[in-house]
Every structure is written in structure tokens, then in C-alpha cells.
């Protein structure tokens, strides 16, 4: 059963009210997509932070990558995850120990197991397979 997504004005007003956005799975290497969807993200003027254990200590897009995302110090708005869907669960746990307001996983990724993990928790702020530049592109100015 495919997770629902809160309303389209949800969606958007999250992404009015987001600031930083922690980047889960964020690759160094230019031609992915997560990375053109970081350097997207920093050119709308959101600040982005890396999360990548691979890449940990490192710099991408001029930003320090994090190992996880607990190590991420102050407020993470939206966390935008580019991870198997296999792997969300994994993802939601970490997220259950930061005070992140929204799981967003990109389009393409869903997992039932997470959204309940996250559900349980009393964090219901989780979108599922659809893509932040999309949705930014339609966004009302």
C-alpha cells in the first residue's frame, strides 16, 4: 500500500517554512542527481548539509559532509534522502534522534516499515516518492 503523502499546500508550505535542508545519501560526484538537486537547493537559498558516511569530513558543494545525521549540529528542517527504499528504515530511526521536522524521500522511494516507524513516533511530517525540485518548480511565488 502506497504511503499517503500530505496535501500539495502541505508539501509547499513546508518548503516555505524550511531553512536548512540535511541531504542523506549526497554523492561528490556532479553528474548524480543528488547532487544537482543540492546545488539546486543552495541556488533557491537553502542551506544545505551533506550526509554521507563515505564522505564523511569532506566537503561537498562547499559544505562539511556528516557522517549521519545525528552528528548534524542545529535545527535540520527537511531531510531530503537518496538512499534505496530498502534502506529508509534506517534513515527513519536516525531521524528519530535528531528533532528534523520532515523525512522526505526522493521520487522513487517508499517504505511502509519507515513511515510507521515515523508514525509511531508521533512524527507525522513524511513525504514519499516525489522530488523536492519538482515540487519547488510548481510551488506558487
Same mark, same amino acid.
Given at each position: ?9 502541505q508539501?509547499?508550505?513546508?518548503l516555505? =517554512?524550511? !531553512?536548512?535542508?540535511?541531504v542523506?545519501g549526497?554523492s561528490?560526484?556532479?553528474?548524480? #542527481?543528488?547532487?544537482?538537486?543540492a546545488?539546486l ?8 548539509? /551533506?550526509?554521507?558516511p563515505i ?7 562547499g559544505e !562539511?559532509v556528516?557522517e549521519?545525521?545525528q552528528?548534524?549540529p ?12 530498502e534502506?529508509? /528504515?534506517e534513515v527513519?530511526q536516525?531521524?528519530l534522534? #535528531?528533532?528534523?521536522?520532515v523525512?522526505?524521500? =526522493? ?28 515540487e519547488?518548480?510548481?510551488? /506558487? !511565488?
Open positions: 500500500m502506497p504511503v499517503e503523502n500530505p496535501s500539495q499546500e508539501i509547499f508550505d513546508y516555505r =517554512q524550511a !531553512k536548512r535542508i540535511a542523506v549526497l561528490g560526484k556532479e553528474d548524480r #542527481t543528488s547532487y544537482q538537486i546545488k537547493l543552495q541556488e533557491k537559498g537553502y542551506e544545505i548539509i /551533506p550526509v554521507n564522505l564523511a569530513g569532506q566537503e561537498i558543494l !562539511k556528516y549521519q545525521l552528528d548534524v542545529g535545527q535540520i528542517d527537511i531531510v531530503d534522502i537518496f538512499r534505496r527504499s534502506f529508509l /528504515p527513519a536516525d531521524f534522534e #535528531t528533532d528534523a521536522k523525512f522526505w524521500a =526522493q521520487l522513487g522511494l517508499e517504505n511502509e516499515e519507515a513511515a510507521e516507524l515515523l508514525k509511531k513516533a508521533g512524527r507525522n511530517a513524511i513525504i514519499m516518492n516525489r522530488c523536492i525540485k519538482i519547488l518548480a510548481e510551488m /506558487p !511565488k
